[in-house]
């Protein structure tokens, strides 16, 4: 197994040790624009990122609310295609010695090249990559072409996931599993979904790989709330590409507003939580 | 899922994991409900007492001069709603219902499918949400209006090009939020598995009943079948009987302004494999795999998917596809009107210019059936104005 020596796993169990969770705020890659994306995501990381997940826009994204949808947008209008987005992690990882899980939709890595798509990944410095509409059922190539090439392959899970799917999902995943706070598409919530914990547990019993919990995360209320929940870290996405949406016309007020919004999103993802207790639930209930 | 629902290389369910319970569940329940006796009958009395079926095998004796060979429409146009799409919406409204769900969603792009599905709503009793992209609700007015007197909500789509993808885009994202009570009602035999299985077998009645008819009135089977593809399910409807025979199976795919021009819809003449909605066929894309918009007169054959069944149909050399474009559908659908008093539906006027355009194939001994899916009234304004500033560009 790699995974153990994955750089997102370790920077997750890294935070864990020390009784905190882990950070990880989502940008698509050349939103607004090529240049301002990359300070974007220097922003991020000096805010206090522990990982990036890096979205590659497509014009056709079923998962995604529309906060994303309008970043993937904007990104294709600015011109990014596969081959610039995979310049703009090689240009982060030069200066920026930040772990990068990817974020697309597997017709990006199929017209790519599935084997070529996770080669080029894993020259640009990428960890882990997560191809939404990919399930493991037909993940047996780019599975393959990742784990040759030493990149992660990121699975999301839900609380809808009966226990026989978890163990399926952990077979073939490394890095991190990818836990949906929500059942739905990206987007900011109000209240993290209360069947979180449960699904957490459930997951927990079926693999070693850190939680990470994404989808719904509208600010540090709720990252606090999905650590409580039990989750290793937190992913958060529309809550930061927001910013970028609110600011097209002033860009330092733009990386200022990301960075504020990362920064106490990062300080709730890093506070100390108390041990989380016992769910009453017993762990192998599915709520459906 | 008990089955991958791969046609060849093509197909699957390519979607995100929440909705992989969502499709488990219907593909059980649809797997059971092809079963049951009581499913079937109750499907086979719809579509009798309320939709009209059979619908007639008719002898074009205008079509029958013009390709030197006995033709037959399969008058699809004459089923309740306007078109072939009935087929399928009466037979995932009742497995919504079986399946105890409360409320129906589609996508639709030139609103036959949204009337269908609102349709089978109103007749159960479901809530009926209809996603359309924006640019269709204000070229398909007739359509909008008769989904709101069957009591459905249309919510117009503005997102990206505000077209059928968008719609589909759309309805997918509203199922993953809502799966628990909603039953998506997909409109063509494209989509994640099941669907393009459920609707294939849904729409089979139509390969069946040619089958049938043919051989009462002709005394055999068709030596050719000929249907319009855009998504794909009448055709694969009208083709499904066929496919294990020698009849020759011919899609004729929107080619637009001319498949060589870039504005079509000639997914499977054109396109590359790819990953679109939920399942691996042809797509109209650029060269990273950003999908294209596409284009045709007519709205129903304006996607730039296509159903992976085609895909393998066409890969395995079992059908051939070929386009018929813009102005060659425009004729045809002036030309039908003119000589036999039916108004096609822009859809079904491809399959019509498909079928002229290869008149030289076929000798005395054939006999061609041409599915004709739908009728022309919810065109008639659309395509009077383009037949006018033809006529003006002259």
Not at chain 1, 10 to 17: E, M, T
Not at chain 1, 117 to 137: C, I, K, Q, T
Not at chain 1, 178 to 188: F, H, I, M, Q, S
Not at chain 2, 300 to 329: F, K, Q
């Amino acid at each position: 197994m790699r995974s153990a020596d994955n750089r997102i796993t370790a920077a997750v169990r890294a935070r864990n040790a020390a009784g905190q969770g882990a950070f990880v705020p989502f940008l698509v890659i050349g939103d607004p624009d090529f240049e301002t994306s990359l300070v974007l995501a220097k922003a991020l990381v000096q805010a206090g990122a522990d990982a990036l997940e890096l979205g590659f826009a497509f014009s056709d994204p079923p998962a995604d609310g529309p906060v994303i949808q309008r970043a993937d947008e904007r990104a294709l209008a600015a011109g990014i295609t596969p081959p610039r987005a995979f310049d703009l992690i090689e240009a982060l990882q030069k200066t920026h010695a930040i772990p990068v899980s990817l974020l697309v939709y597997y017709n990006l890595v199929l017209q790519f090249g599935v084997d070529a798509f996770y080669a080029r990944a894993a020259a640009a410095g990428v960890d882990a990559v997560l191809v939404a509409d990919l399930p493991p059922e037909h993940a047996a190539d780019a599975v393959r072409a990742a784990k040759r090439h030493g990149v992660a392959p990121v699975f999301l899970a839900s609380e809808l996931s009966p226990p026989a799917r978890l163990e399926r999902i952990a077979a073939l995943a490394e890095g991190y599993v990818y836990a949906l706070a929500r059942v739905g598409v990206t987007g900011e919530q109000r209240a993290i979904d209360p069947n979180l914990a449960a699904a957490l547990e459930r997951m927990r019993a079926a693999t070693d790989l850190p939680l990470l919990a994404g989808f719904g995360i509208g600010g540090p209320a709720q990252a606090l709330a999905a650590r409580r929940a039990g989750a290793d870290g937190v992913i958060v996405g529309s809550a930061i590409v927001r910013r970028v949406a609110d600011h097209l016309d002033d860009r330092p007020a733009m990386i200022e507003a990301v960075r504020a919004t990362a920064a106490a999103l990062a300080d709730a993802a890093h506070a100390p939580i108390e041990p989380k207790q016992k769910s009453p639930m017993p762990s192998g209930a599915v709520p459906c | 899922m008990r089955h991958t629902g791969t046609f060849g290389r093509f197909g699957g369910f390519y979607v995100a994991e929440p909705l992989i319970p969502a499709l488990e569940e219907l593909e059980s329940a649809w797997i059971e409900a092809r079963d049951d006796p009581e499913f079937a009958g109750a499907l086979a009395g719809l579509l009798r007492d309320y939709a009209g079926r059979p619908t007639p095998l008719y002898r074009s004796p205008a079509l029958s001069e013009e390709l030197g060979c006995a033709v037959y429409l399969k008058r699809e146009d004459l089923l309740h709603g306007g078109a072939h799409k009935t087929n399928n919406t009466l037979g995932q409204g009742l497995l919504a219902a079986r399946m105890g769900k409360t409320r129906l969603i589609a996508e639709t792009g030139a609103g036959q499918h949204g009337v269908a599905t609102a349709m089978i709503g109103a007749r159960l009793g479901l809530d009926v949400k209809i996603f359309m992209g924006s640019l269709d609700v204000a070229r398909q007015a007739p359509n909008v209006q008769r989904m709101k007197l069957f009591g459905a909500e249309v919510i117009p789509i503005d997102n990206g090009s505000g077209s059928l993808k968008d719609a589909i885009n759309e309805a997918m994202r509203y199922w993953t939020e809502h799966i628990r009570d909603t039953f998506y009602v997909f409109g063509t035999a494209a989509g994640p598995h099941p669907y393009p299985s459920i609707v294939r077998d849904f729409q089979r009645v139509i390969g069946e009943e040619i089958h049938a008819q043919l051989h009462a009135a002709h005394g055999r089977g068709p030596t050719a079948v000929i249907a319009c593809v855009g998504g794909g399910s009448n055709a694969i409807g009208a083709f499904a009987r066929f496919i294990d025979e020698d009849t020759a199976l011919i899609g004729v795919e929107p080619g637009g302004h001319g498949v060589d021009t870039g504005k079509h819809g000639a997914t499977l003449g054109a396109g590359r494999a790819g990953c679109l909605h939920g399942s691996i066929s042809y797509v109209l894309q650029d060269a990273h795999g950003q999908i294209h918009e596409a284009h045709s007169i007519s709205a129903g054959l304006d996607y730039p998917g296509v159903g992976p069944e085609h895909a393998h149909l066409m890969a395995s050399g079992r059908a051939e596809y070929i386009s018929a474009t813009d102005d060659e559908a425009l004729d045809a659908f002036a030309w039908l009107s003119r000589r036999e008093g039916i108004l096609p539906a822009l859809e079904s006027s491809h399959a019509i210019a498909g079928a002229r355009r290869i008149a030289d194939r076929f000798g005395p001994d054939d006999v061609v059936v041409i599915n004709l899916s739908g009728r022309g009234d919810k065109d008639l304004a659309h395509a009077m104005a383009a037949l006018d500033a033809r006529e003006a560009a002259r």
